[in-house]
């Protein structure tokens, strides 16, 4: 079982940045790829951004290319994604995802999740 637990998220004004974190205290990470995805009220959840199980290999949405960055410790056991030039409409809730194998931007895919964290931008 993989037990995720994500942190970092806040309220911030439009053009600001976060960086969130994933980590697990249960199975080492490297063996997953790790994904972020979104949900904003009223819609469906939504792929954000992913990352090979050693880091070489990084996917994201157009929505977020260019200003978010998604990146890796295995050491540490902590996934990171950094967004710049936050907009109001990434304001949903974020949450870590883990699956093994392949990629996947679908999130029914993935097998492990954790409880989120809610991401505010102000206009």
């Known amino acids: 079982q993989v037990q995720l637990v994500e942190s970092g998220g806040g309220l911030v004004q439009a053009g600001g940045s976060l960086r969130l974190s994933c980590t697990t205290s249960?199975?080492?990470?490297?063996?997953?790829?790790m994904g972020w995805f979104r949900q904003a009220p009223g819609k469906v959840r939504e792929f954000v951004s992913a990352i090979r199980e050693s880091g070489d290999i990084t996917y994201y949405a157009g929505t977020v290319k260019g200003r978010f960055t998604i990146s890796r410790d295995n050491a540490k056991n902590t996934v990171y994604l950094q967004m710049n030039s936050l907009k109001p409409e990434d304001t949903a809730v974020y949450s870590c995802?883990?699956?093994?194998?392949?990629?996947?931007?679908?999130?029914?895919?993935?097998?492990?999740w954790g409880q989120g964290t809610q991401v505010t931008v102000a206009s």
């Open positions: 995802a883990a699956r093994r194998l392949s990629y996947s931007s679908d999130y029914y895919d993935y097998d492990y």
């Open positions: 249960g199975r080492t990470l490297s063996s997953y790829i």
